[in-house]
């Protein structure tokens, strides 16, 4: 029953937003009711550890001659993304309250739908809820990258929509085809599906469906094309609802249904698929050297950053799989936090040029701590959330094949030269005439950074019950593969 | 055969009407009319039974599709005051003739008898004809009609020379005679006249469908007809001619489709292909919406090939998704039309800042259309994929997958348009009773998205 509340209460307050007139009011009703839903997983997480691990199932047959349910439940990956959900989408709205948000009813109503969309993926035990939910999000990341982004706006996000469609109508076909491949009854609910009953040459054809899909979205290289210009045109609310959440979903599709439906051709193929995210690893974090724009930036270190969760993944073993939930998590709050200081710093200087910035260090103290500690967490640095899982992975990906965990491992080193390169040409030096009348952050702005640093030092410290969430979604997954 | 009766009635009654001059009378009484006639026909629900030899078979899929075209029309004379609004003369004549046009579609909905089909059709294209150049003013309807006439009559030419080879060789106009020599026949293969009779009859409702490469009338010809007209073509017409070739089907080849499933699915992929890509090239929104109409075109005969006993259901369905979303992209675009004297692209820039209500619902429309879930355009193709999938079809169902895909490229034309782009004209007149109606049709996508078990499981 919680979990349908979760996705019930969102979808409720997004309608409700759009009739609201008053901005103010509206803006305040959706940090109100992202806080609420906040509230509430963290009820479903008590839930969760102190009475069951029953998955709080709710499930109700929807088309019953189908073998569709609206069956939705939490185990220990879905509680990880939900928690990730509810936390980053009021950071999101309590971040954009700086800004000044024209229409603000329909872009807060917007983000709340988007975050009823999420909560229906991560928790959807049933392959066509999935797509449906799937589906949902695409419309309100397309509106609000379209209607309150930048330049060029309805070039790039119309190639973003058009991009992530085409890949999950594929996506679409192969869970219908999988349906009529499952033990009869035929039946949508997860275990049907894993069950599935396919030839190896059927099972490439499924992989290659699922993997487009979930290539596009995270995104893996070569389907990357549609990511930077989409997150750089949209505006900031909107990269880190793509950037924190949306990209999760593909991995996410990629550990709950591509692997444990399609693992044989993982294993028969050698890790050949594993190749693609670590030649985005290192082309990305080539071109992040080399980037001048700061959201830009952003963009392409998530892809190196996530082309090593996705190869975690993909490694069928528990290690990697385990820092890959964990590391979707600590990726999700780095990012958020960045483009949040990035936020900050353009409405200050109205540039987000890294060669116009400089010295920002010495006028905003505050803000160079807490960007160093959100940086120190995308590096991977012992203590901070990025260790635990980049380590995982790291050390279930050598144990599937040491080259490439050597290749992975360039991440690290790739993360601390683009990362601390940018801080020292942005934060560092002297300051001049962009930033020099640079104020520090206000009390109200420190709050969004502070919850984010206060997240990388809990998971990064005491990881414990991220851990064990991560193993308990572990063990359902491993469980099938093997 | 209450509809059929009904419907004719209310016809003459406006007739009537008109001669009295009661103006102001004639679209309640449609209205009710329509109501009533919609519930007189769902009387005939689990009735099963035939009349007159066979001549019709009421049966639930026919029931349930005349609803729909009864519910279709109700839906388009919605939109008929406003439409009309500045028109004087009472317009008793062009009403009647959609209810007469209406009667057609439900005839062919019904029908058992290949004489029934023609006249269905007949009744249905000749009304259809006139309505086209209704506008007698305008050089465009004229073209319209003409257009529409000569080319209709003479795929009406090969339609009756495809039913005469079917009783030639078979000896009947009855759709069960003919399915009884079929089955007979089908061992030592149908001959060559049987086979170009049904090739024929393929043609000709090819054509009442729209379906490629017998769909060049239909951009030229819904551009040139008033607009509500093109509303009630791309939405009533199609799902008649739907049904009717649904029907032919599962009488004739009753247990036996391995005939002519191929033929359809050749033209069900080229439908669809050219459909979705001209689609691309079209400057403005009717022109958008007849290439759009064809490719769902295609998009049906997805379910034709795939022949089940699901076939009907889903095909139910998706002409219920398919017309309210196209009736309300033809109520904006009458709008549009209106306010800002021609309906391309540009005119639909930046609506959304002073008519959000307008913009919203065409934006829900488009979406439908394009297959968004959760919206009803969805679950209708969920259902065509699903049913073509189980038979085989993935080849088609790739295509079909494809086209969807490049879709978004003209659906989302007006989308950008009314919510992107920099408003240049005059607002939208839409006034409370439209705006009403409009939400309406938007609810109806929305809840069938959300709840497709409505209609999912009736037939």
Known sequence: MLTLILILLPLLVAIGLFFIKNERWARNLALAAALIESGISIAALYTYFNFCHCQLLFRFEWLANYGISLKFGMDGLSMLMTLLTNFLVPVVIYSSFTQKVERASSFYSL????????????????????????????????????????????????????????????????????????????????????????????????????????????????????????????????????GGLMSKMGLFGMIRWMIPITYPVLNRTDGFFIIFPLIGIVYASLIAIRQDDLKRFVAYTSIAHLGLVAAGAMALNAQAMQGAMIQMVSHGINIVGLFIIIQYIESRTKTTSIAELQGIALKAPRLAVLFMIILLGSIALPLTNGFVGEFLILLGLFKYYWLYAAVAGLTVIFSVVYMLWMYQRVMLGNTNTVTESFTDLSWKEMIPLIAIVIMIFWIGIAPGMFMHLAENGVRQIIGVVR | MNSIISLSVLGVLVLFLGILKKKTWLLPLILVGLVASLMMTLLHWNMNRSLFHNMLIIDNTGVAFSSVLIFSTFLIFLFAARYYRKVIRPLDDIYAIMIFALVGAVLMSYYGNLIMLFIGIETLSIALYVLAGSHKEAITSNEATLKYFLLGSFLSGFLLFGIALLYGSSGSFDLYAIHSYVVDHIQQGLPPMFKAGLFLLIIGLAFKIAIAPFHFWAPDVYEGTPTLLTAFMATVVKTASVVAMYRFFSITFFGIHGVWEMTIAILAGITIVIGNVTGLYQPNLKRMLAYSSISHSGYMMLAMVAFSGRTANALLFYSVAYSIATITAFAILILVREARGNDYFGSFNGIAKKNRIEAFTLAVAMLSLTGIPPLAGFMGKYFLFAAAIEQGWLWLVIIAIAGSAVSVGYYFKPIIAMYFREDQGTILQSGKPFKVHILFLTLLTILLGFLPFLLSGLI
């Open chain 1, 111 to 242: 983000i709340i739908l988007m975050q009823a969309g999420l909560i229906g993926v991560f928790t959807a035990f049933d392959g066509m809820m999935f797509y449906i939910f799937w589906e949902l999000t695409l419309i309100p990341a397309y509106f609000i990258a379209a209607y309150w982004g930048g330049e060029n706006r309805i070039r790039i996000t119309l190639k973003f929509f058009a991009y992530t469609f085409s890949g999950s109508l594929l996506m679409l076909v192969a869970i219908i085809y999988l349906y009529f491949h499952t033990p009869l009854p035929h039946s949508f609910d997860h275990i049907w599906l894993y069950a599935s009953n396919l030839n190896p040459a059927e099972q490439v054809w499924v992989f290659l469906a699922f993997f487009l899909a979930f290539a596009i979205k995270i995104p893996i290289f070569p389907f990357h094309t549609w990511q930077p210009d989409t997150y750089v045109t949209a505006p900031y609310s909107g990269s880190m609802l793509l």
